[in-house]
């Protein structure tokens, strides 16, 4: 009989640890293939739009009661957040504890009013990219419309003024230069989505690329 609680409790220390990769442990923080960093790369397709704050605009539209188009000052009145967590990208780098602040991407639909036949969103950002979701994965606590992460104001490289971020997702998933949100009845695949990236995208499941759907 092997030791249960010799194991349980070496298991949580690992836990609490946080994961160093390579080690036992990998899975509860750093996902499978993926690698500990904390130097925040910088991933997009190199077309970096610069929107000032006072030009910023966020539009929720498609199958909505309330058609939003939110200016900086409307986004800034909504209750503001902090929510720390971590960032898996595609490309195997995994940063811990990130510190995004922002408002949830549920407390904005709530405003928009989704019908009750949209089921899935487009996010759009400034530079022409999309990514999808199905609507429920963004009413989830830890998804925010974020303008600051690690005590800073958004850079122009990490999608500032306004990206989104949903950490039970590859990064990918987290439009930056976030311009608006669509919502359909049917899912629409996205930038990546049709080049090959798994729809899904959860790193725990190495939902890497579309050979895997
Ligand atoms: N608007 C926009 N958002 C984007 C991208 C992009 O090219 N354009 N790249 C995505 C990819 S592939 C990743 S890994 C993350 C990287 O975010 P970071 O540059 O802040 O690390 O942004 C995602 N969001
Ligand atoms: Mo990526």
Redesign the pocket.
């Known amino acids: 009989m092997p030791d249960w609680k010799k194991l349980i409790e070496g298991k949580i220390a690992i836990a609490k640890k946080g994961a160093a990769p390579g080690k036992l442990g990998d899975n509860i923080r750093v996902p499978a293939g993926q690698k500990q960093v904390s130097n925040?790369?910088?991933?997009?397709?190199g077309i970096k739009p610069w929107i000032g704050t006072s030009e910023w605009r966020l539009r929720v539209y498609g199958l909505v009661e309330n058609e939003l188009d939110l200016d900086w000052a409307a986004y800034k009145a909504l209750p503001q957040i902090t929510d720390i967590s971590d960032f898996h990208?595609v490309?195997r780098w995994s940063q811990l504890d990130m510190d995004w602040q922002g408002v949830r991407a549920r407390d904005v639909l709530a405003l928009a009013m989704p019908l009750s036949n949209a089921k899935f969103v487009t996010m759009h950002?400034y530079?022409g990219?999309t990514t999808n979701l199905p609507l429920e994965a963004l009413l989830d606590d830890d998804v925010l419309i974020a303008h600051s992460v690690l005590g800073q104001t958004l850079t122009k490289?990490?999608?500032g003024p306004v990206r989104m971020v949903v950490p039970k997702r590859y990064?990918?998933k987290?439009?930056?230069?976030l311009k608006a949100i669509e919502l359909h009845e049917h899912d629409r695949r996205g930038f990546?989505e049709v080049r090959g990236y798994h729809n899904k995208a959860d790193p725990f499941l190495e939902q890497r690329f579309s050979d895997d759907e």
């Open positions: 925040f790369p910088v991933l997009d397709m990208c490309t950002g530079d990219y490289d990490h999608g990064a990918w987290g439009a930056k230069w990546w």
